[in-house]
């Protein structure tokens, strides 16, 4: 007799919002050039928050003045945890030289606009500067379940609904960051670079 699967996690929510992502190259067979990733929290050890990472030389651990290798955040605990427990191990970003080097900068003000079926923008302020991170041509969404083997901290399951966008493009203070999406393999499942993750939730075996 088999056994009914019960409906409720027993693991521990580590986190839970949306976690959209910009990666970007010159070339399919080239190296990524550009990588962002955007956190919007509404629940964590440490509270809600907002918070990104952008590697605009991802392969430089001291890049030239003006190029934007940053952590912003509006919550400084939560944007650590974020940097230390998710993003250190996201398969693109991990071991990169510019990981161990990202300035961290203040997140001032956010906003998103967008239907989320065609196109989506998020604008960040920090300062002076403004980042502004561009979602297009949306295709269908399709959910996702990622097993604690799949997934990138190898002791995590992940589940989140996920939209990819054939067009995306990141600007700072006006200027249009290097690379384009391209099609990678996303767990056996061909899938744009770039992408929206909502409702997105990280459990932990409990204990």
Not at 113 to 124: E, N
Not at 162 to 184: C, D, H, M, W, Y
Not at 200 to 206: I, L
């Amino acid at each position: 007799m088999t056994t009914a699967k019960s409906p409720f996690h027993p693991g521990k929510v580590s986190w839970s919002g949306d976690n959209p992502g910009i990666y970007l190259k010159e070339r399919e067979d080239g190296p990524y050039v550009t990588l962002m990733v955007y956190f919007r929290i509404v629940l964590s050890p440490h509270g809600p928050g907002t918070a990104m990472l952008l590697l605009e030389a991802p392969h430089e651990s001291a890049p030239a003045a003006g190029i934007k290798n940053v952590l912003l955040g509006d919550n400084p605990a939560l944007t650590h945890y974020l940097f230390d427990e998710f993003c250190r191990h996201f398969g693109v970003f991990r071991n990169l030289p510019a990981m161990a080097t990202p300035t961290l900068m203040p997140l001032d003000s956010v906003s998103e606009s967008g239907d989320a079926r065609s196109a989506f923008t998020v604008t960040l302020r920090s300062g002076s500067d403004v980042f502004a991170l561009h979602w297009d041509d949306l295709a269908e969404p399709f959910a996702a379940a990622v097993s604690p083997a799949q997934s990138a901290t190898g002791h995590h399951e992940m589940y989140s609904c996920f939209i990819e966008a054939r067009q995306a493009s990141i600007t700072v203070n006006g200027r249009r960051l290097a690379g384009k999406p391209i099609i990678r393999d996303f767990m056996g499942r061909p899938s744009s670079s770039a992408f929206l993750a909502f409702s997105e939730t990280w459990t932990r075996e409990a204990g």
